[in-house]
């Protein structure tokens, strides 16, 4: 059974820094796309950026220049780096990821969800 476990919440204060971890265990053939999503208290789940197999990146308008995705194939692992962090980034953030294991196609899976607070 594959599974995500986030890492590295918590609360920072603005113009702080953060950096979440999320790594996936389980029997795993491979991993296409990985990224993080979050949600605000009263909002949708959004989507914050995403890092496909090959290394290209996509990010949210709100969050480019401050935030910067990652990934370690070896080790089936997603990284996000959050830098300039602003009271609006707070939201519990999931880890997601593509990933095609035994017997099945490719299909999403999600972590948890770990809690990011930004206040003085």
């Known amino acids: 059974q594959v599974q995500l476990v986030e890492s590295g919440g918590g609360l920072a204060q603005p113009g702080g820094s953060m950096r979440l971890s999320c790594a996936a265990s389980?029997?795993?053939?491979?991993?296409?796309?990985m990224g993080w999503h979050r949600q605000a208290p009263g909002k949708q789940r959004e989507l914050v950026a995403t890092?496909?197999?090959?290394?290209?990146?996509t990010y949210q308008d709100a969050v480019k220049g401050r935030f910067t995705i990652s990934r370690d194939n070896a080790k089936s692992a997603v990284f996000l780096q959050m830098n300039s962090l602003k009271p609006e980034d707070t939201a519990v953030y999931y880890c997601?990821?593509?990933?095609?294991?035994?017997?099945?196609?490719?299909?999403?899976?999600w972590g948890q969800g770990t809690q990011v607070t930004v206040s003085s």
């Open positions: 997601h990821a593509v990933i095609k294991t035994t017997g099945t196609p490719l299909r999403d899976y």
């Open positions: 389980g029997v795993i053939f491979g991993i296409n796309a």
């Open positions: 890092i496909i197999s090959g290394g290209s990146t």
